[in-house]
T-cell receptor, first 116, second 112 residues
């Protein structure tokens, strides 16, 4: 199984709502990533987890809160978002975080988020 | 910004033609990867070339890497309508953890 799944596919939320994005992989990967992608732009890294511990936070606002409850799951909790946070949120995983022969990242299909 | 640049930004060709996309980057790298993204979907890994390699092939894909010029190119031969997508190069810097730094992307349109 080389699939990364993400739910929901689409999410519309108001600025006062609290919602969560979910990501799951069963490839035994120990590094998982959240990216944000605006239209016609490349993905931008938000967070990286390695062995269920937060390794990289790319200065993301606190209204985004990541969580890695186990090696297969990655959540992104959303609270008090702004309209400019509307984007495609992509999850990815790789075997390890450290550089090596298995540097490929596997991406999920993304969650299209709209903040009203 | 560490972000790489790709050109062209957009490319429109006919089926059967070859498509060439170029990527330039700024820092010393461990490897460079190319990804494809169909409209509004996740990215699919295409090919990885290491800093000590100069050329790599995978099916209809040919990737070159020139570390002295900090540039790479992706050639898709005999293109098909199904190749229509955005293509991103991504570099893994030579320091620190594996962290993909994406280029700006090339939008490829292949017409039947």
């Amino acid at each position: 199984d080389t699939e990364v799944t993400q739910t929901p596919k689409h999410l519309v939320m108001g600025m006062t709502n609290k919602k969560s994005l979910k990501c799951e992989q069963h490839m035994g990967h120990r590094a998982m990533y959240w990216y944000k992608q605006k239209a016609k732009k490349p993905p931008e890294l938000m967070f990286v987890y390695s062995y269920e511990k937060l390794s990289i936070n790319e200065s993301v606002p606190s209204r985004f809160s990541p969580e890695c409850p186990n090696s297969s799951l990655l959540n992104l909790h959303l609270h008090a978002l702004q309209p400019e946070d509307s984007a495609l949120y992509l999850c990815a995983s790789s075997q390890r975080l450290a550089r090596g022969p298995t540097d490929t990242q596997y991406f999920g299909p993304g969650t299209r988020l709209t903040v009203l | 910004s560490q972000q790489g640049e790709e050109d062209p930004q957009a490319l429109s060709i006919q089926e059967g033609e070859n498509a060439t996309m170029n990527c330039s980057y700024k820092t010393s790298i461990n490897n460079l990867q190319w990804y494809r993204q169909n409209s509004g979907r996740g990215l699919v890994h295409l090919i990885l070339i290491r800093s000590n390699e100069r050329e790599k092939h995978s099916g209809r894909l040919r990737v070159t890497l020139d570390t002295s010029k900090k540039s790479s190119s992706l050639l898709i031969t005999a293109s098909r309508a199904a190749d229509t997508a955005s293509y991103f190069c991504a570099t893994v810097p030579n320091t620190g953890f594996q962290k993909l730094v994406f280029g700006t992307g090339t939008r490829l349109l292949v017409s039947p």
